[in-house]
């Protein structure tokens, strides 16, 4: 390894400009889209941790399944035979999606930013569903894969028939009953959504189920990429999810890994936190402030600050603090 690793975000930054890194790929998870104010559906308070099976159109077996773990919600096993705990617990995130009420966050536009400053951008690889990493109009759209899918998009899960966005959130909109009490207009009970060309119940948005597999890009692009990584930010996420977690092993041993997160995480994958560490940098807050730091000191502010108006106001806040120092 030329260059040592990192300590601290400014020979991070010091590193990302140098010569000896060529290739950079990004991990993140919820922890990217916390400021946006989506869900973090694993932490406390999330989805998850607050789901209410009881509210939900399903049998009692089907509750059993969700009361025992909460993912059954946005399982095959389920989906398959009922579409309703899907379609309703997601409705107010599909019609947010559609009317865009949340906006990339800092931590987004830093894959933006390294694309049009560096071009080192090799890929991102999401594990979000909510579709922000797109916002980020100059990172082409190859270099953005939505590991599990995204709520963006709409198609059946029987025959692959994709859907017109606008009109599936219709259907959900006069269809899907409202468990959140947000939507007076909802109906009282759920209705089925048929799939146009197969007939089928299975409309859904175009995220990966759990018990279904992964789209064949990731599979495909993850040899490719890490072959010759020079770095991978690892942004947000609790790494508990395969096979997305195992790009932290997977890499070279010569590839410097960074994790940005409030807490450690990846231990058990091999990321040292010890003083003795060879390639691992722990970049510990929250995504938007570590990144921001990060911006500022690769010199990127000013142009951070010309997409203020594409900022959530979480965002924004940090930003004009950033800028008043």
Known sequence: MKFSTPTDIASLARFILSPECKSIAILSGAGVSVASGIPDFR????????????????????????????????????????????LEVRRPFILNTRDQVWKATIA????????????????????????????????????IISVHGTIAKANCEGCGHEHDFDSFCNDV????????????????????????????????PSTVLYGRS???????????????????????????????????????????????????????????YSATRARDFFAQGPCDEVFLDLITELGWLDDLNTMKDLLPQASVELLEKKLQQ
């Not at 999330?46 to 077996?61: C, E, Q, S, V, W």
């Not at 007076?184 to 759920?190: D, L, T």
Request: net charge negative.
């Open 43 to 86: 932490s406390p308070g999330g989805m998850y941790d607050t789901l209410r099976p009881d509210l939900i159109t399903a049998n009692k077996y089907e509750r059993a399944l969700m009361e025992q773990d909460p993912t059954y919600v946005v399982s095959w096993d389920i989906f398959k035979i009922n579409p309703f705990p899907y």
């Open 108 to 143: 987004h536009r830093f894959a933006e930013l390294l694309h049009t400053k560096t071009n080192k951008l090799t890929r991102v690889y999401t594990q979000n569903i909510d579709g922000l990493d797109r916002q980020n109009e100059n990172v082409p759209s190859d270099k």
């Open 173 to 204: 909109q006069i269809k899907i009953k409202d468990i959140y009490k947000m939507d007076p207009n909802a109906p009282i009970e759920s209705s089925l959504i048929l799939c146009q060309k197969c007939g089928k119940p299975l409309v859904k």
């Open 214 to 272: 992964l789209p064949s890009e990731f599979f495909e692009k993850v040899p490719e990429d890490l072959e010759t990584l020079d770095l991978l930010i690892i942004a947000g996420t609790s790494l508990t999810v395969a096979p997305a977690n195992q790009l932290v092993y997977s890499v070279p041993d010569e590839t410097i890994r960074v994790v940005v997160d409030v807490n450690p995480v990846g231990q058990e994958l091999g990321i040292d």
